[in-house]
Structure formats: structure tokens, C-alpha cells
């Protein structure tokens, strides 16, 4: 069973950054996919931002151009950097790792959840 341990989440002030970090307990090498998703109080859980196993992105139009995924594979952890945060953007947010079992499956591992608060 793989474990994702999300860190880095608090309180901020508009316009404020935090970065958060998901670590893995094995190797995200190679990974088939990772992504950030966040879930506001009564909303659904929503992409924030993902990473192919190419190291091609993608990001939600509200945190293009403010948001950054990245990875370390020497640490085994998933990163996202967040700049000029927003009231909106306060949610929980979720890192999803996709690693392949030795039945050739990929198979998705959620982090425990970390919340992020920003104020006005």
C-alpha cells in the first residue's frame, strides 16, 4: 500500500504564496500521472493541476499563470507552488499519485487532504 503525506497547507493572506508537498512512500519515478485537486465547502472536488508521466502540465484556468506543479523524484514528493492566492482559492486540497502495479495496472492513491485558508 503506497501512502501520500501532504504538508504545507495553512492560514495566508490574499495575494500571499504557500507551497504545498506530497510525499510518497516509494518511487514516483514512474509515475503514470500526478495531480493536485482541491474541494471548497459544498463543491465538488475540482482538478487544480496535473503532470503526465512526460512531465507535460496542465492547470485550471483560475490558477493559470499563479499555480505550479513539479516534482522531485530523488525525494519522492509532488509539489505545488501557489502565488497571488486568492479567497477563492481557500479548499482542501489533495494530491493523486498514479503508479503502476506488477499487474500492469495503474492504480490512484489519494493524500490525506491539507487545508488551505486565504484571507482577504
Known amino acids: 500500500q503506497v501512502q501520500l503525506v501532504e504538508s504545507g497547507g495553512g492560514l495566508v493572506q490574499a495575494v500571499g504564496s504557500l507551497r504545498l508537498s506530497c510525499a510518497a512512500s516509494?518511487?514516483?519515478?514512474?509515475?503514470?500521472?500526478m495531480g493536485w485537486y482541491r474541494e471548497a465547502p459544498g463543491k465538488q472536488r475540482e482538478l487544480v493541476a496535473l503532470?503526465?508521466?512526460?512531465?507535460?502540465?496542465n492547470y485550471a484556468d483560475s490558477v493559470k499563470g499563479r499555480f505550479t506543479i513539479s516534482r522531485d523524484n530523488a525525494k519522492n514528493t509532488v509539489y505545488l507552488q501557489m502565488n497571488s492566492l486568492k479567497p477563492e482559492d481557500t479548499a482542501v486540497y489533495y494530491c493523486?499519485?498514479?503508479?503502476?502495479?506488477?499487474?500492469?495496472?495503474?492504480?490512484?492513491?489519494w493524500g490525506q487532504g491539507t487545508q488551505v485558508t486565504v484571507s482577504s
Open positions: 493523486n499519485v498514479q503508479l503502476w502495479g506488477s499487474d500492469l495496472v495503474a492504480y490512484d492513491y
Open positions: 503532470m503526465t508521466s512526460g512531465g507535460s502540465t
Open positions: 516509494r518511487s514516483i519515478s514512474s509515475a503514470n500521472g
